[in-house]
């Protein structure tokens, strides 16, 4: 390789040094706004998890149609992506496992398992392999709107408190830190009351509940599933921010090593041609 050559190539490297350091940064600031917002909501979907849980515990024997258990004969799988790339293993460890759950569920029928991909990538995938798609979910991958959430999370409790479906399925991914995301399969439905959240100190104590407390549990439910839905979508946005922060961390740092590598080559090179220049003088002079 030339010394232009190798210049050349040192300019481009830095150039794409630059880029990724920015999308790093980018992707911190968002990052942060994620968690701002997990952050918010997450006491809310808790304090919400501890009522419900204080009053089924307070009541005998009551049963709720979100928490019927039977043959599971149509199920709907809900995947969340990004809509867009760099950002590490993110997106492939979701379409693996995705697709690791429908192989599970292949024995249903196709036409028995519903797919409602969030997000382009999960989306595109799917599709290449051939499985039928509902794109209802597709706008909150980016930005998970609560209102919007809340009407498929009744949409889909419509259809389970009907017999349309026995199991919703989330698949999403788990922001844990900026370092470290992972894979979640999980029920929305039917319901797990064992799965809420609960600590044996806060109890509904000596109240009294107007209508009833089934009412109330009743009303209760089904904003417990719409946060469960919700807050779902926000950790995979903040698992996609970190784990495209920490994609281009490392590419700056490949970056880094790659300018060092070559600059090191360019010198080397440069002074082998000087040493060949100054040959070349002295034995010119000598003849």
């Known amino acids: 390789m030339s010394l232009k050559e190798v210049k050349q190539r040192i300019l481009s490297v830095k150039n794409t040094q ?18 701002n917002a997990i952050e918010g909501m997450l006491p809310y979907k808790n304090k919400l998890d501890e009522i419900l849980l204080s009053f089924l515990s307070a009541v ?17 799988v809900v995947a969340v992506s990004s809509n867009s790339s760099l950002c590490g293993g993110f997106n492939t460890a979701i379409i693996k496992r995705t697709k690791e759950l429908l192989e599970e569920y292949k024995t249903l029928g196709a036409d028995n398992v519903e797919i409602f991909p969030v997000g ?13 798609l509902n794109d209802s979910l597709m706008s909150q991958a ?8 809340a009407e498929v999370a009744r949409y889909f409790m419509r259809r389970f408190i009907a017999g349309e479906l026995d199991s919703i399925v989330l698949v999403y991914t788990h922001f844990h830190s900026a370092a470290k995301q992972s894979v979640v399969c999980e029920k929305l439905l039917p319901l797990d009351f ?18 009833t407390q089934e ?15 919700f807050t779902s979508l926000l950790d995979s946005v903040a698992a996609e921010h970190a784990a495209r922060m920490l ?3 490392i590419a700056t740092d490949n970056a880094n090593d790659l300018i060092t590598t070559l600059v090191r080559e360019y010198n080397k090179s440069r002074q082998q041609a000087i040493t060949n220049e100054l040959l070349d003088i002295v034995a010119g002079s000598v003849s």
Do not use: C, W
């Not at 350091?21 to 706004?33: G, V």
């Not at 382009?120 to 290449?128: A, D, G, Q, T, W």
């Not at 064992?194 to 209508?211: C, N, Q």
């Not at 009412?215 to 839905?229: G, N, S, T, W, Y």
């Open 18 to 35: 630059k880029i990724t350091s920015a999308m790093k940064l980018i992707s911190a600031a968002k990052l942060r706004r994620a968690q």
């Open 60 to 76: 005998k024997d009551f049963s709720t149609p979100y928490a019927r258990n039977g043959e599971v004969r149509r199920i709907a």
């Open 120 to 132: 382009k990538k999960i989306s595109e995938s799917l599709h290449k392999a051939g499985y039928s």
């Open 142 to 149: 980016a930005a998970p709107a609560y209102s919007e959430v």
């Open 194 to 211: 064992s799965s809420l959240e609960f600590s044996d100190s806060h109890s509904i104590g000596d109240f009294i509940v107007e209508p």
């Open 215 to 229: 009412a109330l549990i009743e009303q209760l439910i089904p904003k417990v599933v719409a946060m469960r839905l």
């Open 247 to 249: 994609a281009m961390q």
